[in-house]
């Protein structure tokens, strides 16, 4: 029988260090919840220290989410360890995460200590963590780039002092994969108490081989595999959790190792991250791209009617991605909705559920025909929601071939009603201007994405943006048929969420480092 790889999903830790991928709590729980339907072993949910948002998620997902083991990070530090322990007592399988550096040019340069004084407080740290919980993880942060017979005693001590997994991070993403392979070849021969741990590994992308290392590292031994949903993380991102899972399941004759993850999920689960975080999928990207089911050429095309194996090694089902179900119309009512959202997955509070019926209604008057990715973007805009400062109550545009665009803008803030009128390049950008003018706003925009949820002429358009203000950059979303209006929601939206974190004086994005 196929080796079970357990998956370690760190999509809201390292996932959430990508440059204004910063989620919101609410965010988080949504997430964690697919991520248990994904079916992943472990969910790292934040670094309770670095901030009190992620200590929040953290408690938040520990306490609702069911099935997987919700893991803290936490620095080689009590007051690091004793946060963790904090965010996830209560809740029935938790984990702790402590890591210190392993290599010299960490030590020396950056923890400024010596190679004894890290070991002394790795094996400490362990011990404080296992005074709280029984499963406890710890990494060797640049374990790639130590020297390995050091890295083998410090693995030997944190074993011994009770860590029942060790991760062996390629954190610069610096390893080939026959190395990485070799390294850990090297910690289950050379490490004594090798076998009364499970070998975990955690790959940066830095040179494209993130998946390709985590891959070596399953064939030398490793059982469990660290990554994230779209690859997102730190930089050039970590190995992206798709494709660790549906490279063991397809190439399961090979690897003799397979996961739990329900595939099936996939798409699903690739569709809210992205949508949430603002990384927007590359078209190319292997499982979850838009292109990585399509065939385009003569040749593939005339193979897959003649029998599909020739030129698709694994089906769009495998991942979820099947034809757009259209599931409701304008006659469907709350329970029927209700139901629907049940069945996909999403049970809502009454309030939510009142607000995204009326919203379905609104949507439904527009739009003939419902799909189920129309329902996910009302529900996940329902659930993520913040508090909104700036409300649009109205919005007018006019343009055309010998038109000025103009439009007019009237946004609902604080109670009182502001109305401007205001010029731009086209329709969209008159929108933006004339809505900073309103706001005073002095953030900028940095990226403006606008795509179809499904298809047809009157499809939703989604569009996202990602703005920066005083350093903090966030992003935001909105959807609707007519696409100006969908550009003035996502616009709103951002500024929403750059008034909410300034009021709480608090960013997700700014915390404690890693170090
Ligand atoms: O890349 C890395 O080394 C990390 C550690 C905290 C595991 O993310
Ligand atoms: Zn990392």
Redesign the pocket.
């Known amino acids: 029988m196929a080796r079970m790889i357990r998956i370690f999903d760190?999509t809201l830790?390292?996932g959430e260090?990508s440059p204004g991928a910063s989620m919101n709590v609410e965010e988080k729980v949504m997430i964690a919840k697919q991520l248990a339907r994904l079916n992943v072993d472990i969910i790292e949910a934040g670094f309770a220290y670095s901030s009190p948002g992620d200590f929040e998620a953290i408690r938040r997902i520990a306490q609702e989410v069911e099935g997987p083991t919700i893991c803290s990070?936490a620095r080689a530090r009590p007051e690091d360890i004793d946060r963790a322990w904090e965010a996830l007592k209560g809740a029935p399988k938790v984990r702790i995460?402590t890591?210190l550096s392993s290599s010299d040019i960490h030590l020396k340069y950056q923890f400024r200590i010596s190679r004894e004084e890290a070991l002394k407080r790795a094996v400490e740290m362990v011990q404080r963590a296992r005074g709280y919980v029984d499963d406890v993880e710890f990494?060797p942060?640049?374990?790639s780039r130590s020297d390995p017979n050091y890295l083998y005693e410090v693995l030997e001590a944190v074993i011994e002092a009770g860590a029942g997994t060790i991760?062996i991070?390629?954190?610069?993403g610096y390893a080939t994969s026959q190395e990485f392979g070799l390294l850990i070849r090297g910690i289950r021969e050379r490490v004594k108490n090798s076998s009364k741990t499970v070998i975990s590994v955690?790959c940066?992308n830095d040179l494209g081989l993130a998946v390709a290392n985590s891959l070596a590292a399953v064939v030398e031994g490793a059982g469990q595999v660290?990554c994230t949903i779209n690859g997102i993380?730190?930089r050039a991102g970590?190995a992206s959790l798709e494709e660790i899972a549906m490279g063991l399941r397809t190439r399961k004759d090979f690897f003799d190792a397979d996961t739990g993850i329900r595939t099936e999920e996939i798409s699903k689960t690739s569709r809210l991250v992205s949508k949430i975080t603002g990384m927007v999928v590359q078209p190319n990207k292997a499982i979850v791209g838009a292109n990585a089911f399509a065939h385009t050429s003569g040749i593939h095309q005339d193979g897959l009617l003649k029998e599909k194996s020739t030129y698709e090694i694994m089906k769009p089902e495998s991942i979820g991605l099947v034809q757009s179900k259209l599931v409701m119309g304008k006659l469907s009512g709350r329970h029927a909705f209700r139901q629907r959202l049940e069945e996909l997955g999403y049970r809502l509070s009454e309030e939510e559920l009142n607000h995204a019926f009326e919203r379905f209604k609104r949507l439904a008057d527009q739009k003939k025909e419902m799909y189920e990715e129309d329902l996910e973007v009302i529900v996940s805009e329902e659930i993520a929601k913040i508090p909104e400062r700036y409300v649009l109550k109205g919005l007018h545009t006019e343009s055309g071939t010998h038109k000025v665009p103009t439009a007019t803008v009237e946004l609902e803030i604080g109670g009182r009603l502001a109305k401007q009128t205001g010029t731009g390049d086209g329709p969209v950008d008159a929108a933006y201007r004339t809505i900073a003018a309103i706001t005073q706003t002095k953030s900028r925009l940095l990226t403006y994405v606008v795509k179809a949820i499904t298809g047809g002429t009157d499809a939703q358009g989604e569009v996202s943006v990602r703005m920066e203000e005083g350093g903090r950059t966030v992003t935001g979303h909105g959807a609707d048929t007519d696409i100006i209006v969908a550009s003035a929601r996502a616009y709103l939206n951002a500024l929403n969420k750059l008034a909410y974190w300034a009021s709480r004086n608090t960013d997700p994005a700014q915390k404690v480092g890693?170090i």
């Open positions: 760190t830790r390292d260090q990070l995460h890591f990494s942060m640049d374990a991760n991070p390629d954190t610069v955690h940066h660290e993380g730190e970590n890693l």
